[in-house]
Each structure stands twice: as structure tokens, then as C-alpha cells.
């Protein structure tokens, strides 16, 4: 069964400024990183719905960004978060993307999906964006997945070089959710200490700057993985950021390719006992389009081993 690469050029029109770390070229560079690889189907991704994002971001919220929305130029939402004309179909495309993603594996169409979107989610907190995130995508996913009678328990992996507060904050009283986050503290946004615990659903493996693939690989197989395993989740989703790659601007963590294959290939085997192998990934930070081009290769073919 071909793993799907869920992708919409309305994902360029995002576009915060010429020296922002978060450019348009930033899609551009995971789709020719995946260009040869075999066996992908690529498909467009729909905008969410007004009800998809509701689940997680409340009417007035998501009224107010859209109200934002210039017609040229660039408005800021904070010191880093900018919209310009586009940037909402871009994040409609992301969120609805997922869904959609979630929708075919659930209806037995692929076990494995990749979203090449843009903006990322995983900073957006229900009622604030921030961090380059608009709608949290990932949020919105897992929400969409628990309609489904199939779905009662969703596990969230995130291996962004950032902690994915938004995601921490939409999930930390909801037991259905399994949050496992690794992240470089300090670093942005300051969130992902050890004890955030949430309702025990939240699993925070802080990393130290200049960490690499051993204290990574050794930090999901003591902690991360198992806990995965042992929520047997019904789906499985990945917050796939690759910031924490040896050439990202962003993070200090020194991971290679090999370490994104590592993990996605450990997240598949979790997949196979608990969730008959589906896992849906969808981008989130990674700042070097030549790590990210090798990095999301590497990411793609482990999910479509
Ligand atoms: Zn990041």
C-alpha cells in the first residue's frame, strides 16, 4: 500500500517575509528532497473546515486572525508571526490536509501519509498564535481522528527541536491524547519541562544543546516509545519538525538523517502492535532546506518501509 504526501500550492502563499527562517522555500525543498523516491501518491489537500478547526480554536480566535489577513504586504500577529494574503488558505490547507490524510487511513485507502504543508501548528495554543502557527494542525487532526467510532485514543509524537506548547495546552485535560514531546530546553517558547504532566497523558523529554543522535535515540527508547506503547493508541501522529538537525540555524541538537529515519522506523513498529501500522506525519519546523530536503527523505522512507 503506497504512503500518501499530502500537498497544496496554496501552501506557498504564506509568505512572512523575505528574512523569515519560515519561507516559502521551505515545502519546496521537502518535495524535491522526495521527488524520486517510489511507490508515494501524491495528493491535494482540502481546506479545513470551519467545524475541524472549532474543535480546537474557539470562533471568536480564529475570526479575529482571519480579520487580520492583508490584502498586500505583511501583518504581524507578534514578533515573529506575520500573515500575508494567502497565509490563511495556507494554514486552511495544513489543518484540512491532515484531516483529510487521517480520513484515508482510516478508510483503509494507505497506513502512512506525510503532509508537506506550511505554516507549522504545533506553537498555536487555542486562543494565541505564535511561534510561525496559525491553527494547530496537529490538534485539529487528532480532534477530527477521536469523531471517528474507530478512534478512542490518539498518541501525538513530537521530535520538533521546540516544544509544542499549543499542542501541550489543547491535550493536558484530555486522557485520550498521549503528548510525547523531545525538545531542546532552554530554547523557545520556555515550555516542556519534565513535570508539565498534564492529566499523566503529557510526556515531556527535555534535551540539553549539543545533545545528539545518542542521548535522542537513548531518550525515545528509555522514555518516549514506551510510553507510546503502552497508551495503545488507535492512531498514531507526527508533529514532524527537523530543526533538531547538526545544520538547523534554530535548535543546538546534532541529529542526522539516520536518527529521522531511526525514529519514524521505531514510531511504524509502535504502529504495527497498536494501531494495525497507521501514522499520519505533518511538517512542522526545520529551517536549512538542505537538511530538511535529506532529513524528510529520510522521514518518508522509513514510513514507507
Ligand atoms: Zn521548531
Excluded at 486552511?92 to 487521517?102: E, K, T, V
Amino acid at each position: 500500500m503506497s504512503t500518501i504526501i499530502i500537498q497544496h500550492d496554496d501552501c506557498l502563499r504564506h509568505d512572512p517575509g523575505p528574512k523569515h527562517p519560515e519561507s516559502t522555500r521551505r515545502v519546496e525543498a521537502v518535495l524535491s528532497g522526495l521527488e524520486d523516491l517510489k511507490g508515494l501518491q501524491k495528493l491535494p489537500a482540502p481546506l479545513a473546515t470551519t467545524q475541524q478547526i472549532l474543535r480546537v480554536h474557539p470562533a471568536e480566535f480564529w475570526a479575529g486572525i482571519t480579520s487580520q489577513e492583508p490584502s498586500k504586504g505583511i501583518s504581524a500577529i507578534d514578533a515573529d508571526t506575520f500573515l500575508s494574503n494567502g497565509s490563511i488558505d495556507a494554514a486552511l490547507r495544513a489543518s484540512g490536509g491532515l484531516c483529510y490524510a487521517i480520513d484515508q487511513l482510516l478508510a483503509g485507502k494507505a497506513l502512512k501519509a506525510f503532509c508537506a504543508v506550511r505554516p507549522p501548528g504545533h506553537h498555536s495554543e487555542p486562543e494565541t498564535a505564535m511561534g510561525f502557527c496559525l491553527l494547530n494542525h496537529v490538534a485539529i487532526g487528532a480532534r477530527h481522528a477521536l469523531e471517528n467510532p474507530m478512534i478512542n485514543r490518539v498518541a501525538i509524537v513530537d521530535f520538533d527541536v521546540h516544544h509544542g506548547n499549543g499542542t501541550q495546552a489543547v491535550f493536558e485535560h484530555d486522557p485520550d491524547v498521549l503528548f510525547v514531546s523531545s525538545h531542546q530546553m532552554p530554547l523557545y517558547p520556555g515550555t516542556g519541562q519534565a513535570d508539565e504532566t498534564g492529566c499523566g497523558n503529557i510526556l515531556n523529554l527535555p534535551l540539553a544543546p549539543g545533545d545528539g543522535s545518542k542521548a535522542f535515540r537513548n531518550t525515545w527508547r528509555k522514555y518516549g516509545l514506551p510510553a507510546v506503547h503502552s497508551f495503545e493508541p488507535d492512531l498514531i501522529l507526527i508533529s514532524a519538525g527537523f530543526d533538531a538537525h547538526q545544520r538547523d540555524p534554530l535548535g543546538q541538537i546534532e541529529l542526522q538523517d539516520a536518527d529521522y529515519h531511526w525514529i519514524t522506523d521505531q514510531i511504524c513498529d509502535l504502529a504495527i502492535d497498536s494501531c494495525q501500522g497507521r501514522v499520519a506525519s505533518i511538517l512542522e519546523g526545520g529551517y536549512d532546506l538542505q537538511a530538511l530536503a535529506t532529513a524528510s527523505r529520510a522521514h518518508v522512507q522509513a514510513l514507507s518501509c
